[in-house]
């Protein structure tokens, strides 16, 4: 009896000094570490009422860095340039610069690093100080791409670290095909067991992955490869708070749009490396409050931007003989031009843009860059895909019944009958003058608002061979500035009978 | 090519499948649920949260079988 009672306050002391996680409590080696992490900015650096931008950003690292300048590592994990007007318009620099001043240890590559193409990315990467990494990204004959590399190992507090990069294999699917065409996106569960192992022998005692994968993905990831201590995680624009444990790896994210910081603490057994305890409270937030720490160097930097881009959206970017007017109960010249465009930029044999979406007029002279934001302002990309002749004439039938603005449309001509009832007023189809049968399958590019079936246009989700191209705004951009002067007219490609 | 084996994924919002191209957004999650739901997101009525309950922005990349709730925010 006696024997059974000790062998069960054993047991009982195990059990209690050991979680699910197996983090114990204390150790007389333990050193401590903080991971700060960002991701998923997209640009934005400006203030706004939602976040305090780049300057309140760059305070709140300062601050927890001065707190602990040995033990402290900064890292990105993706989509840092793309999204803002300030960003986009001076393809990211402005947030190079800003990742620059702060120093940044690792930054891993995002699918929308990919969104400019190559040659942007790489001057993005020539400009930054910080390493870029992607240990899954390789040319198509397996060799490294330039100034990409796979990990690196830093060391904080005598603790060797190794940070991996991993980038999301659905680049290769979301991104316009030209940007990503020399490259192989391999699976990060094929890379990274071997990493670890290659890591662990060189002497590193904690294994980050720098993830843009998604907070599922990172989760599968984290059960799948064994040794992985921390997934900093971004793709998902997910605020993980507190940290997710996978097996034995603590995943954390830190939402996106500059609204948070990730401040994730670490307590490390300082022989084996092992986490010993970790911080729950690990998001903080960006605002611009007063007493908020702010850095007035970063606000610098923002504001030089901030005024250029005043200046960027005065550039001439073509010309039109016309006005361009926007039409919803009709064809309207600057839709047809819209659509045009479209169609130009994917090859496509048809082209639908939806009126709701056109949201200015630009009057004729001199096209601003501006005014080309104020038209399209939404951030709508390319969407291509095959349909049938009966599913193009669906989408017509759903545009004539008039009940949100009507489709504008390239590429195409039909009639309205509007006294007819509706799904059955649409007659004398024609796809560059040829009667459209609905047998046939039509190559049609539209914007990712519809084909995810907005505004109903539930047809559009029907499409096969999808492929993503680039931004609406700049292949219309482009657009004009190879073709002006423009004189779109309104031409008889929608023609209602009422 | 990549992505010819499965061009759709569904995803549930409150429970209800939603058909998807893959690649799209909780933003097109949204479009395709509900008209409107996007702007009230960005307004600040709404917020997504996905199924471990922790919120989600517009843009976050979407899987096959994520799962999205609705939560009124304030």
């Known amino acids: ?498 | 090519m990549p992505g010819k084996k499965k061009e759709r994924i569904t995803v549930y919002v409150d429970g209800r499948p939603v058909q998807l191209y893959r690649g799209m957004t909780v933003r097109h999650a949204l479009v395709s649920f509900e008209s409107g739901l996007c702007a009230a997101v960005e307004e600040g009525g709404i917020s997504v949260m996905d199924e471990n309950g922790f919120e989600v922005g517009l843009d976050g990349a979407l899987e096959d079988g994520s799962r999205l709730a609705l939560k009124k925010s304030g």
């Open chain 1, 1 to 498: 009896m006696k024997g059974f009672r000790l062998a069960n306050l054993v047991l009982a002391f195990l059990l209690l000094s050991w979680t699910a996680i197996g983090y114990a409590a204390g150790s007389a080696h333990s050193v401590s570490i903080t991971i700060l992490h960002v991701n998923d900015l997209h640009g934005h650096i400006q203030t706004t009422a939602k976040s305090g931008g780049a300057a309140y950003l760059a305070g709140l690292i300062e601050q927890h860095r001065s707190a602990d300048p040995g033990g402290t590592v900064l890292l990105a994990a993706g989509d840092m340039f793309q999204g803002t007007p300030v960003s986009n318009v001076f393809k990211g620099k402005p947030v190079v610069e800003i990742m620059n001043r702060l120093k940044f240890d690792a930054v891993t590559l995002g699918n929308h690093e990919f969104d400019w193409g190559w040659p942007e990315l790489l001057k993005i990467m020539e400009q930054a100080s910080s390493p870029y990494l992607a240990a899954n990204l390789v040319n198509r004959d397996m060799s490294r791409p330039p100034k990409i590399n796979k990990s690196i190992l830093l060391e904080r507090k005598g603790v060797k670290m190794a940070v991996i990069g991993i980038i999301t294999p659905e680049t290769a699917f979301t991104t316009n095909p030209r940007n990503v065409k020399d490259f192989k996106f391999l699976q990060p569960e094929s890379v990274l067991p071997k990493m670890v192992r290659v890591a662990r022998a060189k002497g590193a005692k904690l294994i980050i992955v720098l993830s843009h994968c998604g907070l599922e993905r990172d989760v599968k990831i984290a059960r799948r490869v064994q040794g992985i201590d921390v997934i900093i995680g971004g793709h998902s624009h997910t605020a993980v708070t507190p940290p997710l444990v996978a097996g034995k790896t603590i995943i954390a994210q830190a939402g996106s749009n500059g609204l948070y910081l990730g401040v994730l603490k670490l307590e490390i057994d300082g022989k084996s490396g092992r986490v010993i305890d970790y911080s729950r409270d690990n998001l903080k937030s960006i605002t611009a409050s007063a007493g908020s720490p702010f850095d007035p160097e970063t606000e610098k930097i923002v504001s030089r931007y901030s005024d250029s881009i005043k200046n960027e959206f005065s550039r001439v970017v073509g010309e039109s003989g016309v006005d361009l007017l926007r039409n919803s109960e009709g064809e309207s010249n600057l839709g047809n031009l819209i659509c045009d465009a479209m169609r130009s930029e994917s090859g496509a044999e048809i082209a639908f843009y939806n009126s709701g979406g056109i949201r200015a007029n630009i009057y004729h002279g001199k096209v601003r860059l501006e005014q080309a934001f104020e038209a399209l302002p939404f951030d709508n990309v390319l969407v291509s895909m095959d349909l049938t002749g009966e599913q193009v004439k669906s989408i017509l039938e759903k545009s004539a019944s008039l009940e949100i603005g009507i489709l504008q449309v390239s590429g195409l001509k039909y009639k309205i009958n509007a006294s007819k009832p509706k799904d059955g007023r649409v007659e004398d189809v024609t796809v560059n003058g040829i009667r459209l049968d609905p047998k046939n399958i039509y190559r049609v590019v539209t914007n990712d608002f519809l084909a995810a079936g907005g505004d109903r246009f539930l047809t559009f989700k029907e499409g096969k061979n999808i492929v993503y191209g680039d931004d609406v705004r700049e292949s219309f951009i482009r657009y004009l500035e190879k073709r002006s002067p423009v004189t779109p007219r309104v031409e008889g490609r929608i023609v209602i009978a009422r």
